[in-house]
């Protein structure tokens, strides 16, 4: 069973250009820092597919199976989400593991807890 991060953004009025150009640096600054090589999925974003038209930016990351990559994958994903959300003023954001919400904070972004804990990465780095 994979489990997978979901990211998406609505408001009333599309991407001006400026936050369209914004989204793509934020996105090739992420592809250019993932430490992972295309090994696993990296932040991923689709075109609306018109079913919601307040939709704006949507997207989805697909976590590893390897327990000690998955910390580093989290805080890498929702770095770039948190940029994003910085990016594209005035949208409601959701993002989602699963069920699960992912808590935004004005000052620190997106964050689960522990996903920066060294000790925690070392030890499921162990598994």
Known sequence: MSVSLYYGARRDHALTE???????RVVAAHMASFPY???EDSLYLYAPDGTDEREILGGSTKMPLDPGRLLPLIACVLDSVTELRRAVEGAEW????????????ETEGYALP???DPELI????GL
């Open 94 to 105: 959701r993002v989602h593991m699963d069920d699960l919400d992912v808590p935004w904070h």
């Open 114 to 116: 522990g996903m920066r």
């Open 37 to 39: 090589g295309g090994e």
């Open 18 to 24: 400026a936050e369209r150009a914004s989204v793509e």
């Open 122 to 125: 070392a030890e499921l780095g």
